[in-house]
C-alpha cells in the first residue's frame, strides 16, 4: 500500500499555520480553518486512519458548500494528513506496517533517551508531578475510560518530554509523537491494553524516581515496542477492511 502519515504537533498551533499558510499568508479563508478543525481531529485520532472524507457529508456538517470543503482537502493532502484513492476518493491516511515499524523504533529510541534524561534532570517537583498524575490515570484505567486515559497518557509522556529539560530532543519527540498520534491513541481499543499500559508507565516512573537512568530507558523501550505491536494489528484490521 503506498501511504503517507500524519504530521507536525499534537495541539495544531504550528500545523494550523502550515495549512493555513497554503491558502494565504494571512490564514483567513474559510477552507483554510476547515482544514485546522479536520487536522485536529485526524492528529487526536477522531478521524481514524483509512476513514473516508465525503465532500457533501463535510459540507453539510459544516454548513458550508463543497469549494472550501475541496480546497480543505487539497491543503490536507499537501501535509500528507489525506491520501487520494482511486475509486474511493480523499481518505485518511494509513501507514504500511513497515514504515510505522520504523517510525515507532526512532519514537522509542528518542523517548528512550528523554526517559534516561529525566531520571536524572527532573527537579523534585516535576517527579513528584509526574508520579501524582501517574496514580491519577489508574481510576481511568480501572473504569475503562479510554478517553479519560488517553488524555493521562499524553501527559505523562509530555511530563517525560520536559523533564528531560533538552529543547531540542522535545522538539523531535513531539514531531515523531504527532506523526503517530492516530495510531497510538487507537492501540487503546485493544482488549487489555489500558491496563497494560498502565503497568509500563509504573515501571518507567518507579526508574526515574529512583534515579535510574538506563532502567527509566529500558522500561520505555519495551513500553513502546509493545505499543508498536498493538498499533500494527490495528493497522492490519485497517488494512483488510480498506481491500474488502
Do not use: K
Amino acid at each position: 500500500m503506498s501511504i503517507r502519515s500524519c504530521m507536525q504537533v499534537p495541539n495544531l498551533p504550528f500545523l494550523s499555520r502550515l495549512v493555513a499558510g497554503a491558502a494565504n499568508p494571512e490564514g483567513q479563508t474559510r477552507a483554510a480553518e476547515l482544514a485546522a478543525t479536520l487536522a485536529d481531529e485526524i492528529l487526536r485520532g477522531g478521524l481514524a486512519p483509512g476513514v473516508r472524507l465525503d465532500e457533501q457529508e463535510l459540507a453539510q456538517r459544516f454548513g458550508v458548500s463543497r469549494t472550501p470543503v475541496r480546497e480543505a482537502l487539497g491543503h490536507l493532502a499537501a501535509t500528507g494528513l489525506v491520501e487520494h484513492r482511486p475509486r474511493r476518493g480523499v481518505t485518511v491516511a494509513v501507514i504500511s506496517p513497515q514504515r510505522l515499524h520504523e517510525m515507532f523504533v526512532v519514537m522509542a529510541e528518542l523517548e528512550a533517551s528523554a526517559s534516561r534524561l529525566a531520571a536524572a534532570a527532573m527537579t523534585p517537583e516535576e517527579r513528584q508531578g509526574l508520579e501524582g498524575a501517574h496514580r491519577a490515570s489508574q481510576a481511568a484505567v480501572r473504569d475503562g475510560r479510554i478517553d479519560e486515559y488517553e488524555r493521562f497518557n499524553q501527559d505523562f509522556h509530555s511530563r517525560l518530554y520536559a523533564g528531560c529539560h533538552n529543547s531540542y530532543l522535545r522538539e523531535l519527540l513531539n514531531a515523531t509523537r504527532a506523526r503517530l498520534a492516530p495510531f497510538r491513541r487507537a492501540q487503546f481499543n485493544m482488549r487489555g491494553r489500558l491496563a497494560a499500559s498502565w503497568r509500563e508507565h509504573d515501571a518507567v516512573v518507579e526508574a526515574i524516581l529512583r534515579g535510574d537512568g538506563e532502567g527509566a530507558a529500558r522500561a520505555m523501550r519495551e513500553h513502546l515496542a509493545t505499543v508498536s505491536g498493538a498499533a500494527a494489528e490495528y493497522v492490519a484490521i485497517q488494512s483488510h477492511q480498506l481491500s474488502a
